[in-house]
């Protein structure tokens, strides 16, 4: 090998032969060869494998009514070749095969990585995405018979649906969970994994822990996610459907005619409902009330110490406290070391091989006698189960919490979690029918709808922002009453002038000028593409505004991603961290209204005043100038973006110009041999030293 070619820089010039040399060629080839080579060994050959396992057990018939024949039988050649690989190292181990068996373990550890992805990341949120379909289809009228209609008209476009629900289902549920943290007492939720702990490496979980022990996880998460669904799904619909047999099912058709539904609901979804999450301080909320759920049924179950932890132990010392179980010193450090030192008499051999044979760090005992000095929030005790944990803290501490427990403390356990089934459920049908029921209420007032069926995204959108008002007014009166009237008048009185600039300010930047932007791009782009020139365009503001909403939400983020000096970047960012009590009307209608509502007016008012006052002048025949009038805002916007192009490439070629004569005569900040016009050199550029000038 040339080891002075492999330390050459590698340009583009070289890489893509504009060099004059024909090293791209090698290059070519090895990309080529490359490709051809994963195309083989991770495409190929396990489709083929699992082709030919399904073949000989006759399953090509199931597989090919699943609609899904290549992926399934690839992952299929892929399960083949992992138990493969586990036999061949298996009989490499037993014949001693050192190298061999290397190459297979490292050939087993990327197989299974790879599958265990698909699992965690395809397979399950799928699973969960079509079990929650399943047990809400009584909420729009639905049967398994027009799931599978619809699987069989557009399988990819189902399992992808199914697959996003179940992963947003996922999602929220971990979030839950991480907020369900912050308020409970460390250690009561040891059974789900904290995805915060700085040491959770799932990747490294994946090639450590052994295969039945993510099988294992596998049906233990999908059992967690399978009942809440039920309780959360499933349990409020009958529930609803006993009590109001009118209520249901949802009315949520969504209407292909027309554009103007489906972008209201586009924007409800990507503008308003994350405005309500985000501002409304629903994180916040939901703390308090899950620590006010928490201290209720501590109260009635006496388990404030073991859900909170925020109860003083000092009195419990002589009480009835968590035990260190006989036999278990209060360090468990000994018995660690003797299990790895392989004496765990009375032990099960399966079980004690799981142990990671790492030397443990020392575990601190408990701050008083009797009291678990650490574990995951059951007994510490047990045995094997005490070492186990004991060897699960040794990296790093779990912030355990020591806690009472009181008499009946297991049946208090069995009591607290149906409490927890029972306040699921209630929640769940709280949410599915208050802000409905608001929400169809408002409109139907508002919209003078007799009979006629509401979408419900509107009716929940409806009734999620009414709610959240009402809750905030009364919030706010709570707060402000005990001050007195008079604190209740000038908070009146100033909340009234902010609350007059924040609708100035949303009327401009949430009605004008995503009107502006919507029909800018109905003109120029939808009105050309969709309708022919023979028929009148016909311009809905509502579906203009809608669109137009989407479209500043996009400029807006791709906004904040631009270089910081960006003037509208820098100018949001103020409008941002001023908020709503501190907005600032001037600077939002000077430095931000003003500028987009030219460039949008303008861009809306020049071709339209060139053919409809310009273009008759010259142009008599009708058919000309409705053609000019229709294809003037695509024009024009072409011509732009030509000239953008054009300018972009002379800057570049500018720079490259600058650049190369910078390269080629400048010595430190004085030009050498730079001869445009032939001008004599000068004394002080003759003062260079001859080894400079050539």
């Given amino acids: 090998m040339d080891w002075d070619r492999a330390g050459e820089e590698l340009t583009w010039e070289k890489l893509l032969g504009l060099d004059g040399s024909l090293l791209f060629i090698e290059h070519v080839f090895w990309v080529v060869s490359l490709n051809t080579l994963c195309i083989l060994v991770f495409e190929f050959s396990p489709y083929h494998i699992g082709y030919y396992t399904l073949t000989a057990f ?19 050649g892929y399960l083949i070749i992992g138990i493969c690989l586990v036999l061949l190292h298996a009989f490499a181990s037993l014949f001693r095969f050192r190298k061999t068996r290397k190459i297979l373990g490292i050939s087993y550890v990327v197989v299974k990585v790879c ?46 649906m199914h697959w996003l629900f179940g992963m947003v289902y996922v999602f929220y549920f971990a979030s839950f969970v991480l907020l369900l943290r912050e308020v409970l007492r460390p250690g009561v939720l040891w059974f789900l994994r904290n995805l915060n702990d700085p040491d959770f490496n799932p990747v490294q979980e994946m090639i450590q822990l052994p295969i ?53 609901e586009l924007v409800l979804l990507q503008v308003m409902m994350p405005a309500l999450l985000e501002q409304g301080h629903t994180r916040e909320w939901m703390k308090h009330l899950v620590r006010a759920w928490c201290i209720c049924a501590s109260w009635i179950l006496d388990l404030r110490s073991y859900l909170l932890g925020d109860v003083n132990l000092g009195d419990h010392i002589n009480g009835v406290v968590i035990p260190v179980a006989e036999g278990i010193p209060p360090n468990p450090q000994p018995l660690i070391e003797d299990i790895l030192n392989g004496d765990d008499e009375g032990f099960a051999d399966e079980e004690a091989e799981e142990i990671p044979l790492v030397e443990p760090a020392p575990v601190q005992e408990g701050p008083e006698d009797g009291i678990a000095p650490g574990g995951l929030g059951f007994v510490l005790g047990g045995g094997l189960g005490a070492a186990h944990q004991a060897l699960l803290l040794r990296d790093s501490p779990t912030e355990f919490h020591p806690y009472h427990c009181p008499k009946w403390f297991h049946f208090k356990i069995c009591v ?50 009414v709610t959240w008002i009402g809750i905030r007014c009364m919030i706010i009166l709570g707060t402000w009453i005990p001050k007195g009237w008079a604190v209740v008048w ?24 995503p009107y502006l932007c919507g029909l800018l791009f109905e003109l120029v782009i939808v009105t050309p593409i969709r309708i022919p020139i023979n028929q009148s365009p016909i311009h809905i503001p509502s579906e203009n505004w809608v669109m137009g909403t989407l479209y500043i939400k996009i400029a807006c983020a791709s906004t904040m991603m631009s270089p910081p000096n960006f003037w509208l970047r820098r100018t949001l960012e103020r409008i941002y961290n001023n908020g709503i009590r501190n907005i600032d009307l001037n600077l939002i209608i000077r430095d931000l209204a003003a500028p987009c509502i030219v460039c949008l007016g303008l861009a809306l008012a020049i071709p339209y005043v060139i053919s409809k006052s310009i273009v008759p002048l010259f142009v ?38 600058e650049h190369i004569k910078n390269d080629k005569y400048l010595v430190g900040r004085r030009l050498v041999n730079y001869e445009r016009d032939r001008i004599p050199i000068t004394p002080a550029i003759q003062a260079v030293p001859a080894a400079v000038v050539q």
Wanted: with cysteine.
């Fill in 58 to 76: 006759e399953l090509q018939e199931w597989i090919q009514y699943a609609h899904f024949e290549g992926l399934l039988t690839t992952l299929v």
């Fill in 115 to 160: 599958l265990l992805c698909v699992v965690e990341i395809g397979i399950f949120p799928l699973v969960c995405g079509w079990w929650l379909d399943i047990c809400s289809l009584p909420l729009f009228d639905a049967s398994l018979k027009d799931r599978e209609a619809s699987f069989v008209k557009a399988p990819g476009t189902s399992m992808f």
């Fill in 416 to 465: 607290l979690i149906v409490f927890i089934c029972a306040t699921l459920s209630v929640v769940s049908f709280a949410v599915l029918t208050l802000p409905v029921s608001v929400g169809r209420a408002v409109m139907g007032y508002w919209l003078q709808t007799k009979g006629e069926g509401i979408h419900e995204l509107y009716t929940t959108a409806t009734g999620l922002y």
């Fill in 620 to 657: 008599n025949n009708l058919e000309m100038q409705n053609l000019v009038e229709r294809r003037i805002f695509p024009l024009i916007l072409v011509l732009v973006v030509i000239y953008g192009i054009i300018l972009f490439q002379i800057r570049q070629f500018t720079k490259l110009y």
């Fill in 212 to 264: 039945v022990k993510h099988i294992r996880r596998f049906l233990f998460s999908g059992i967690i996610f399978g009942t809440t669904t039920l309780l959360m799904v499933w349990v409020p619909i009958r529930i609803i459907k006993k009590v109001s047999p009118t209520f249901l099912p949802y009315n949520f058709t969504f209407t292909t005619e027309s554009t103007h539904e489906m972008s209201l």
């Fill in 490 to 513: 000038n908070m009146l009185k100033t909340w009234s002038l902010t609350v007059t600039k924040a609708a100035i300010a949303m009327s401009i930047l949430i009605g004008l000028i």
